[in-house]
């Protein structure tokens, strides 16, 4: 089992940056693919970013390509989301989430581990 705790949400302007981080338990981190979903006020959770175990691959949502990285440091058990050129449209709770595979069509019911989410709001 693993558990994950996400942290670097805030209220920043629109155009600013955020970097979010996920620190995950258990020794299937280094092993795992790993992705993060965010979730709209009266909208259901998508998926934004996914990274291989190795940190080799990646797949982004068209809504976040370009402007979002996500990044992953096995020897910290940590995954990392940097968010540029926020818009308000990115304000969500975002969710780190440990996947069975790496897919570009990754859905909620893929995801094997939840973390808590961190808010994350973009005014204008």
């Known amino acids: 089992q693993m558990q994950l705790v996400e942290s670097g949400g805030g209220l920043v302007q629109a155009g600013g940056s955020l970097r979010l981080s996920c620190a995950a338990s258990g020794r299937a981190f280094s092993i795992s693919a790993m992705g993060w979903f965010r979730q709209a006020p009266g909208k259901e959770r998508d998926f934004i970013a996914a990274i291989s175990w190795s940190g080799g691959s990646t797949f982004y949502a068209d809504a976040v390509k370009g402007r979002f990285t996500i990044s992953r440091d096995n020897t910290k058990n940590t995954v990392y989301l940097q968010m540029n050129s926020l818009k308000p449209e990115d304000t969500a709770v975002y969710y780190c989430?440990?996947?069975?595979?790496?897919?570009?069509?990754?859905?909620?019911?893929?995801?094997?581990?939840w973390g808590r989410g961190t808010q994350v709001t973009v005014s204008s």
């Open positions: 989430a440990v996947l069975p595979f790496l897919s570009s069509k990754l859905t909620v019911d893929n995801v094997v581990y």
